[in-house]
């Protein structure tokens, strides 16, 4: 059994990456060929034409569609084809996969699973995104050489920070505040408030807070099974602890999309958005050099760790107590995949 | 089963690149080191020494044979073990396997089955090679990561060059001419006339037709399992379709030697015979390039056609009207190698 | 059944490349991180936390041992889990494989079998290491990609030197004095004498010996399963042979100690040792020059062997008279692989 839940939208592909050319990528496994199709929509095919399984992503998009490089046959967004040259009739298995898109928080969102089941309620919620008073640093991805798993722990677990950021984020003093928990059927979110001390650093360069003390909450979301929001909020202290509030104080919003591309590798999608510095491009181009480089610290330790797994045949010796989250988190994501695997069964008898 | 028919002369390795070290080509699935031996006939064996599975390509070319690089055991060209370093006797199994070669056409030409089967009769014929008004480019070679069956179909399929030669030879007018077919038992040819047209603008480059129309004749031929041959034919309109007729308009005599190395690459020989600007060397270089450049857009496309091939375990999901001739070709490859498995399991019995 | 022999001292590193940071080397199949740990005693582990498996050899030696890179857990030389951040109590599962080590002749040496069984009484023995008269050239380590028994069969065998070594060491007038042979439980020797012969170029360079005619003994000293010694001794010629009266002489002993990497690659450590031009750094310089290319041609021999071995499915098709020393040896280690296969199974009863 794979480790990916199908019934789900993925993040596919940037917009800005979908330009004139066929755009491919593997996802869950599968190659697939991201284009726009004559109207402008966006649509995706399985990356292999169905006659001798040349990759589309070979081809050229022309009026028709998406044409084969090598025979010319055309394809239209929904895996039909249109045109065959040199020949009439269309036979009934010229069909490629097709695969439904959703545009939306300038991403091309994928639905691997049941096409009938690809309901654009079901996209996630990215409060903020695109409101006045908020700045977007968006477009983030790197390609992570690790089990998308592995990436999910580390994103609901601040306790790495001390040891693999040490060059970037990382915060010693950080070391051993004790973190809640909660879930719902949706996502786990583990948090800690840090109350009544002085701003850090770098929310000193933010703001003046002249000798006002804060507090300053960390939530770590996990939505099952492919995103995470980290909440950063720096308030006044003592303030009580509202949305409304949050937003008065420094409050930084980082989104990770995780989408396998196979059982051993994971392409990582990010945005952030801020409440303050709203238009300081040099601010946000500070910034995105720091989430590259803090992302890349995490890729090394995954990529090694996914090495290791690999060889040993197992992922995990021994379990502490900062793994209750990520367990929890895991926990969903297996009852999700085991329900879909159970329920395919089913339909298969 | 392998894909592949051992009882046929195949191409090893061009004269020119057979020189004072021994020469290495894994061919069939087999690593072959050829050489010249002591006469200067040219010599094949198992690229192994029985010793301890050194190869031999790492050796040298001695007065008695090719000697191995690692305890300098000698072999003859038949794979006989000829001297042993420090020991007289020679024991029985100090023997590599020895393949037929035979040189024609620049070429040294190898049987990779079974030795007393391999009569210079079946050689290729390659006609006006050597003639006087004929013009050679020799010594093509590509190496072609897919598996030769792929490559068989892209020679038998004028379709294809619409779109993949965009670059180089491709021609957007040829689309939709029809193409007859006729086979043998030794070949299979697909092919097409342009009756009384303009001449091209690469025919006006090399004479001068003042307002004269052309015949165009393009025959593809596939001689199973290994040779292709491409006859571009121009010639005054009208004029009864002979051999005799042929030669007194330009022509063009392209061949292809596919020689499997593995089940996923195919070393790809190449020569090339004209009837005009005979001793034009610029010429000759341009049209060299031109056709490497070619040959390079079809190794493109077949490449990921293998990967993508591999991958699904399929090598085509839909078959169209231009697959005629090569689906022919396949099939009697197919009956071939069958056809040998058969005798083969016969005399195993 | 793998080709290794576990219950044995094998070199693991020099000690001068174990410093500041965490040594990192696959040995006999497991991946193993070596260190000193807060006393300066050389430790072993397996090379992965027990926790998520990250390599241990991404984190950092801290006061209180090896620090994972990952989330801080600290572990002793012994594998014991020392200090987990933020978290009081340690699992007993949180702990690490550990392997004896032995310091000597400038190498940490590695015990991966059975830890009880570890005595330093069976470290290997080097006679006049250390020794004033004696100089030193050590630290020398090539990888081999092959398996170490055809690393032991080359290093037991004489013959290849003329063929392999044309370059560097080679001599042809050597091609065909005969061998002898002996053998105790520990080691097998293969040596030859040239007596009463002018002594060679190089001893000439070293050496005045006006006119006068030496004895040149070659002795190829293999002790299983991983250890090899030549003995080289140029002395006057008629003179008793006792060790005393090598000494006399010039002598050089060139040692090698395999560590197999894998099945299919070797760790290849080597030092030398000579009794003439004591503290000549140049001469010194020279001769690591010398050596450091003899092994690698032997390694290009090797790699290729082990390529073509594999493909073949096994590593030898026929013996020659040269095989007879190499032979005894491979059959001693055999057997002792065997010997420590069967307690095993004994064991597991």
Not at 112 to 134: F, K, S, V
Not at 137 to 159: C, T
Not at 243 to 252: A, I, Q, T
Request: aromatic share 10%; hydrophobic share 40%.
């Amino acid at each position: 059994m794979s480790s990916f839940a199908r019934n789900q939208w993925y993040a596919a592909a940037w917009l800005s990456e979908i330009g004139d050319v066929p755009f491919g990528r593997r996802i869950l496994g599968e190659p697939v060929v991201i284009f726009r199709d004559p109207e402008g929509k966006i649509c995706a095919l399985m990356d292999r034409c169905p006659h001798r399984l040349v990759p589309l992503t070979m081809g050229t998009l022309t009026e028709r569609g998406l044409q084969c490089g090598y025979h010319g046959m055309v394809f239209d967004g929904g895996g039909r084809c249109v045109h065959i040259p040199g020949q009439d009739m269309i036979p009934p298995r010229a069909v490629v996969r097709s695969y439904p898109i959703a545009e939306r928080y300038g991403m091309a969102w994928i639905w691997m699973g049941e096409a009938e089941r690809a309901d654009p309620a079901l996209l996630p919620h990215i409060p903020h995104y695109g409101d006045e008073g908020w700045e977007l640093i968006g477009d983030g991805y790197q390609h992570h050489p690790s089990n998308y798993l592995n990436i999910v722990e580390n994103l609901m677990d601040p306790a790495h920070t001390t040891f693999v950021h040490k060059q970037t984020i990382g915060n010693p003093a950080a070391k051993s505040e004790p973190v809640k928990m909660e879930k719902t059927d949706d996502y786990i979110v583990a948090y800690r408030w840090l109350h009544n001390s002085p701003p850090s650093p770098m929310d000193k360069q933010i703001k003046d807070f002249g000798d006002q003390q804060v507090d300053r909450g960390q939530f770590f979301y996990y939505y099952i099974p492919s995103m995470s929001r980290v909440d950063i909020i720096t308030m006044p202290a003592g303030l009580e602890k509202t949305e409304e509030n949050f937003n008065k104080g420094l409050r930084n919003n980082s989104y990770k999309f995780l989408t396998p591309e196979t059982e051993t590798a994971t392409h990582f999608f990010w945005l952030h958005l801020r409440n303050y510095k709203v238009g300081d491009r040099a601010w946000s181009e500070r910034m995105h050099g720091v989430f590259e480089k803090t992302f890349l610290e995490d890729r090394d330790i995954e990529m090694a760790m996914q090495c290791s797994q690999d060889e040993a045949g197992v992922r995990q010796f021994v379990a502490l107590e900062i793994d209750r989250a990520p367990t929890v988190a895991l926990r969903m994501i297996d009852r999700m995949v085991r329900n879909e695997a159970a329920a395919e069964a089913v339909a298969a008898e």
